[in-house]
């Protein structure tokens, strides 16, 4: 069965500055996705980046970027330029229909 | 686009009552729906997959005559706690998926049990 690990169940971060989330997982499979979701404080939970397996490169949306690596099983989330509003749980996420989630990791942004 | 709603927010319910809780895609169709629960700083645990038309699937230790799954049409799933008590307070999230792997989640209801 696949996993998901996230090692840092608490993170913190300067405002302005950028922090790294980590994330691997366990899988057989040589085609899947892989996502970051954030919950704030509402609770509800906001798809931050895919990223398909297949694909190479990493994917990028604005202040957001992973680094995939594909053979370590290895899926790191980089927030460049961290916010306020950064502050959540995040949680990584393989897709096998349905998801199958990392325990979270709780950002603190700090102005 | 692909927007999820879920009613109510939030509920408080007597122990030995009954509660429902509707998820519904507001702007695609879903065949599948999952149901999860999450506890204070945990991460979300999936309880059930929904299927249109057909009997849900029920995750290992989850109770299915506890909590009944209906998923009547392609844009709603209903969620029903039956006899509810205590230990059945948490928060409840559901999450559709228009095509590909993508899901998208509801609000979430807090549930609260007297």
């Known amino acids: 069965a696949q996993t998901v690990t996230q090692s840092q169940p608490e993170m913190s971060v300067q405002e302005a500055e950028t922090v790294t989330l980590s994330c691997t997982y366990d899988t057989s499979e040589s085609d899947y996705y892989l996502f970051w979701y954030k919950q704030p404080p509402s609770r509800q939970m906001i798809l931050v980046i895919r990223?398909?397996?297949?694909?190479?490169q990493n994917a990028t949306e604005n202040r957001f970027s992973v680094n995939f690596q594909k053979a370590a099983k290895s899926f790191s989330l980089k927030i460049s330029d961290s916010q306020l509003g950064d502050a959540a749980m995040y949680f990584c996420?393989?897709?096998?229909?349905?998801?199958?989630f990392g325990k979270g990791t709780r950002l603190s942004v700090i102005a | 686009g692909a927007v999820v709603s879920q009613h109510p927010s939030w509920v408080i319910c007597k122990s030995g009552t009954s509660v429902k809780i509707e998820c519904r895609s507001l702007d695609f169709q879903a065949t599948t729906m999952f149901w999860y629960r999450q506890f204070p700083k945990q991460s979300l645990m999936l309880m059930a997959t929904?299927?249109?038309?057909?009997?849900?699937?029920?995750e290992q230790g989850v109770e299915k005559d506890k909590f009944l799954i209906n998923h009547a049409s392609l844009t709603l799933s209903t969620l029903t706690v039956t006899s509810a008590h205590p230990e059945d307070s948490s928060f409840y999230i559901c999450?559709?998926?228009?095509?590909?792997?993508?899901?998208?989640f509801g609000p979430g209801t807090r549930l609260t049990v007297t």
């Open positions: 999450s559709a998926s228009p095509q590909g792997p993508e899901q998208y």
């Open positions: 929904s299927n249109e038309g057909s009997k849900a699937t029920y």
């Open positions: 996420a393989y897709e096998n229909t349905p998801l199958v």
């Open positions: 990223q398909e397996a297949y694909k190479q």
